[in-house]
């Protein structure tokens, strides 16, 4: 029974002192974890933090006209929620660091929903054709985190006039739940 108690002396030791350290320092400790902006992980890996702006919209997309909205495929249910997806997914990978192999990949299946939704005439389809357009001819040494940050904008415009383009489709559409909802 001593050895075991022992044994385990010095580990119970360490885990009391750095629990008694962090607990003193933590304001200290997260002042230091927020202020870290960058971290890397041998010369491939590489995380910046911070802001990626994509709340500062650059500009609105036009919403189709009443008559576009009607030729829209609207029973294409899964495109509809695939499309929100994968413009969320890309604009991760965006924000990430992925290769620009995986956004090509998320704006390509993107331009397929839309395609099946019918939308690519309108404006909402012409900004995400322009997206490609931007992505393709970019290496992935030009993804710096200020050409990141400006996509996932315009990737977040995307997403928010498809959002909208539905929610007008649904005639008791709230966007925002009503704040009785959970009483």
Same mark, same amino acid.
């Given at each position: 029974m001593e050895k075991v108690a022992a044994e385990l002396a010095w580990p119970a030791v360490v885990l009391v002192s750095v629990t008694v350290f962090l607990f003193l320092f933590r304001q200290?400790?997260?002042?230091? +974890?927020? !202020?870290? #902006?960058?971290?890397?992980?041998?010369?491939d890996r590489v995380f910046d933090f911070g802001e990626a702006g994509v709340d500062n919209p650059e500009r609105p997309i036009k919403l189709p006209t009443v008559q576009v909205r009607d030729r829209i495929n609207w029973?294409?249910?899964?495109?509809?929620?695939? +499309?929100g997806h994968d413009l969320m997914w890309t604009m991760q990978m965006c924000l990430r660091g992925a290769p620009a192999a995986r956004i090509l990949y998320g704006i390509k299946h993107s331009l397929y929903h839309l395609r099946s939704l019918n939308l690519m005439t309108t404006e909402i389809g012409h900004f995400a054709?322009?997206?490609?357009?931007?992505?393709?001819p970019?290496?992935?040494?030009?993804?710096? #985190?200020? !050409?990141? !940050? #400006?996509?996932?904008?315009?990737?977040?415009?995307? +997403?928010?006039?498809?959002?909208?383009? !539905?929610?007008?489709?649904?005639?008791?559409?709230?966007?925002?739940?009503?704040?009785?909802?959970?009483?």
């Open positions: 200290q400790i997260g002042t230091r +974890i927020t !202020a870290v #902006r960058k971290v890397a992980l041998g010369k029973q294409n249910t899964g495109n509809l929620y695939w +499309i054709s322009t997206l490609l357009g931007e992505a393709q970019l290496p992935d040494e030009k993804w710096d #985190r200020e !050409a990141r !940050a #400006r996509f996932a904008n315009k990737i977040e415009l995307l +997403i928010n006039a498809v959002g909208k383009l !539905a929610g007008g489709n649904q005639p008791d559409f709230e966007r925002d739940v009503p704040p009785d909802y959970w009483t």
